[in-house]
């Protein structure tokens, strides 16, 4: 390697200007990581190399494939450095090696591969032993976030593409829930005195993404309290009192979720506890974050502990949040009243223009549901994604646009109908979505 590589001559200014890193986060590196690791001029200054330079660039480089910075640190001493923990003979431009890293980023593509083949064929020991091959490699977490979650994000498409079967999907979910929850009790104690309350909230049943926060945030060392999925507000309440917590999180991956978790976090708040939150529905609606009072955690799950570690159970300022459950209170109580005879009407439309039984029941319910949310969330415009996926999940399932068009527009006559309210916010809006571009 050419000694000029690894002369310090840069400042931090310099580094930052070559890798867009800010000054307090080359210090975090530093500290926590021991990469990059400048020298120090006479005067105490920071001073780095190109080393340190192609090194965080490197390691940027990770994290753009979806690597935490944890495990991208993993990564690079894995690949650079030798059994005595002494950089290797490489290129100053880190190139040498990276190959290695693409062989390992395959190597782990291939035993997600082999695990959805194993779940697509019910193989219970096929698909356990992959994953103990899997982590005898590689760290857990990235066992946990390449094969699992997005083996099962993988089998959940398709599903959604009528690919697979929903005892497909059920078998791949039961199979990545054991799995992470023997990953979790294999870890050591807690060895901080943080406490932190992971849950979903009311009408939330996916609990994968609150198991991988559990995972993530054990191996930090937090005390994490897991209650699962589905908890109702006054469940939430009473285990908050009992348990002496400094932090609760919650996970909401569709709008139903987000309307319950919103009156959930309100209440956990006014006692004085701060929450903190994320999930896909606030990917899909940015501005829907706003909305929950709480702390939002980003979008990228794997940053979630370093979410958390810069709230550093500091006494937080509330985020109370702009939610308000008045603005549709009407109508959202007459819907609410009338429910199971909107429901039951829906069904029959449906299977009468020729829908399975059991998709003309998830459509249906799942319409209703996203109704009510955006009506208790107090703006309409949230049903969109929604309704774009009930649109894409019926022409998978044979029924064509046209046909769910023509449905919407007869949900809007019927829920006008039922209302009994001429001015019905509901029913004009799904009119009008009928004619959007974003209907069609």
Same mark, same amino acid.
């Given at each position: 390697?050419?000694?000029? @590589? ?20 080359? +210090? ?61 003979? *490489? ?25 959805? !083949? ?13 994953? $103990?091959?899997?982590?005898? *490699? ?12 997005? /083996? ?5 498409? =398709? ?28 870890? #050591? ?27 993530? =945030? ?20 009473? @285990?908050?009192? +009992?348990? /002496? ?18 009156? @959930? ?7 004085? @506890? #701060?929450?903190?939150? /994320? ?12 909305? *929950?009072?709480? *702390? ?13 570690? +810069? ?35 829906? $069904?029959?439309?449906?299977? /009468? ?49 046209? +046909? ?11 829920? !006008? ?24």
């Amino acid at each position: 390697m050419d000694i000029n @590589t690894h002369t310090p001559i840069f400042n931090m200014n310099i580094v930052m200007l070559e890798t867009g890193l800010s000054a307090d986060a080359l +210090r975090v590196w530093e500290k926590r990581y021991g990469l990059p690791s400048p020298q120090r001029s006479s005067g105490g200054h920071r001073l780095y190399s190109e080393h340190d330079i192609q090194v965080i660039k490197w390691l940027q480089a990770k994290m753009k494939e979806g690597f935490s910075i944890s495990l991208a640190v993993k990564m690079w001493k894995i690949n650079f450095l030798d059994k005595n923990g002494q950089l290797k003979d *490489i290129h100053p431009g880190l190139s040498a090696n990276l190959d290695a890293a693409n062989n390992e980023s395959g190597q782990i593509d291939h035993y997600r591969n082999v695990w959805l !083949k194993a779940c697509m064929d019910f193989d219970v020991i096929g698909s356990e032993n992959i994953v $103990n091959q899997a982590v005898s *490699i590689f760290p857990i977490e990235m066992v946990a976030q390449k094969v699992i979650q997005q /083996g099962l994000a993988e089998i959940g498409q =398709l599903w959604f593409e009528n690919k697979a079967t929903p005892q497909q999907e059920h078998f791949a979910s039961a199979q990545a829930e054991r799995r992470l929850n023997m990953l979790i009790s294999g870890l #050591p104690n807690p060895s901080r005195h943080e406490t932190i309350l992971i849950g979903c909230p009311a009408g939330e049943n996916h609990t994968f993404p609150l198991l991988m926060i559990n995972l993530l =945030l054990r191996q930090r060392g937090f005390n994490v309290v897991y209650l699962g999925a589905n908890v109702p507000a006054d469940q939430l309440k009473a @285990t908050h009192s +009992r348990t /002496g917590i400094q932090l609760v999180i919650f996970g909401a991956q569709r709008l139903v979720s987000a309307a319950t978790l919103a009156h @959930t976090a309100q209440m956990i708040q006014s006692q004085g @506890t #701060p929450v903190a939150f /994320g999930g896909l529905i606030f990917n899909q609606i940015p501005e829907l974050a706003s909305k *929950i009072p709480g *702390i939002f955690l980003g979008n990228d799950l794997s940053r979630v502990p370093e979410a958390v570690e +810069r709230m550093a159970f500091v006494r937080m300022r509330l985020n109370p949040g702009s939610f308000s459950e008045d603005k549709f209170s009407e109508i959202f109580s007459l819907i609410k009243m009338k429910r199971s005879v909107l429901e039951y009407v829906m $069904n029959l439309y449906l299977t /009468g223009i020729g829908l399975m039984e059991e998709y003309a029941h998830e459509i249906s319910t799942q319409l209703l549901d996203t109704i009510q949310a955006a009506l208790m969330l107090g703006d309409l415009e949230y049903m969109q994604p929604d309704l774009r996926w009930a649109k894409s999940l019926s022409k998978n399932r044979g029924f064509s646009e046209n +046909r769910y068009l023509d449905f919407i527009k007869n949900v809007a006559e019927m829920i !006008k109908r039922e209302s009994g309210l001429n001015n019905n916010v509901v029913s004009a809006w799904l009119s009008n979505y009928i004619d959007t571009p974003e209907a069609h």
